[in-house]
Structure formats: C-alpha cells, structure tokens
T-cell receptor
C-alpha cells in the first residue's frame, strides 16, 4: 500500500524554466510533508518542508504547495539549474511519531543547459 | 550540526555470509535513529527505528536485524544474507519534532 505516491518517474526541463514535481498521499493522518533531494550514491538531503496548517512555503528558488483537500503537494523550482538534476523524494509524517517518514518512489529531475 | 556517518560505503558479500553495517551520529545526543533501504520504484523503505539504547522497532519482516549498543551507534546486521538483501541502505537520525531526518552517505550492498 503506497501511501505516498510520485506518479512521474522522471521529468526533463530546460535550464531557466520551472520544474514542477508532484506528490499525492492517501493517509489523512499525515500533517507534515518534506522534500528531499538525492544525488547518485549519496544519502538524501533535506530540501524544504510544509506543515498542514499552511498551503505554501517558500525558500529561495524552491516553493512547496499543499492542497489538503486533494491530498496533493508539489515542489516548484524556479529557475531550474543543471545542478538541480537529482532524484527528488516526497515524504510525509503524521501524529506524534516524528521521523517515521513515509517516502514516495522518487522523481528523477534532469535540467538541460 | 548533526552528522551521520555510515560504513562501509560499498560491500560485496556471498549469499549466506553475515552482514554488519555501522552508523554513528555526531553533534547531538539521544537522537531517534533509523535504517532505510532504497529499492527501485519504491522510494525509501523504513526497516528499523530506535528511540534509545537497546530499543529497536522493526517496520517490516525481513532477514535483517538492528541493534543500538550506544546512544550514537546503530548497527544493521544479518546472520545469513539473501540475494534479495542487495540494495542501498541509509542510516538517518532525527532530533527535533519537525520530522526532518539527517541521512548518512549510504551503503551499497551487493549479495552474489
């Protein structure tokens, strides 16, 4: 049972354009959502997060949007840079069990120069 | 800042041999610690988590075990490896209630 889904295995974007990575979840107990970025043969690194009390969180070129009614979140990267090419994982957690993140399958982002 | 170290980075082992992956934490005390496995098409799967010394919870039934002999040490083990144990294993730690995890560099295990 995949409670967090990233239905696009890959995304290709031109440098300077917007990258939009999508994530859907099914568990209504999830109230905190995170995005991680991962390069090959390295551990994931935290990128940005959003609490369910918000619908938008922005950090530089990265913005995460949350639509609770649709159980959907998205990560926008503007402008996209070649160094953004990596695998992006969406993750969710809920209740008091912090750290027990449920991850999506990941989306491979390729930004072309 | 919190740092997670794990080793070895790569490991090739024959079927039936034992396994020991080690993870240590710097920069914090009494963290929650986690072992994840990255599998193709399935993202990061939580295998074990620990809230303190000697306290281990298993998330999925499997051929692996975990131990936490010290506050900042978390070990992933197996007595007899299976081919299906091959994968990329990640140790992670959490300190705050934000849910944010700090990951180690990962260990690539190949079972032949």
């Amino acid at each position: 049972d995949q409670q967090v889904k990233q239905n696009s295995p890959s995304l290709s974007v031109q440098e300077g354009r917007i990258s939009i990575l999508n994530c859907d979840y099914t568990n209504s107990m999830f109230d905190y959502f995170l995005w991680y970025k991962k390069y090959p043969a390295e551990g994931p690194t935290f990128l940005i997060s959003i609490s369910s009390i918000k619908d938008k969180n922005e950090d530089g070129r990265f913005t995460v949007f949350l639509n609770k009614s649709a159980k959907h979140l998205s990560l926008h990267i503007v402008p996209s840079q070649p160094g953004d090419s990596a695998v992006y994982f969406c993750a969710a957690t809920g209740g008091t069990s912090y750290g027990k993140l449920t991850f999506g399958q990941g989306t491979i982002l390729t930004v072309h120069p | 800042s919190q740092t997670i170290h794990q080793w070895p980075a790569t490991l090739v082992q024959p079927v039936g041999s034992p396994l020991s992956l080690e993870c240590t934490v710097e920069g914090t005390s009494n963290p929650n610690l986690y072992w994840y496995r990255q599998a193709a098409g399935r993202g990061l799967q939580l295998l074990f988590y620990s809230v303190g010394i000697g306290q281990i919870s298993s998330e999925v039934p499997q051929n692996l075990s975990a131990s936490r002999p010290q506050d900042r040490q978390f070990i992933l083990s197996s007595k007899k490896l299976l081919l299906s144990d091959s994968g990329f294993y990640l140790c992670a730690g959490a300190q705050s209630n934000t849910g944010e995890l700090f990951f180690g560099e990962g260990s690539r295990l190949t079972v032949l």
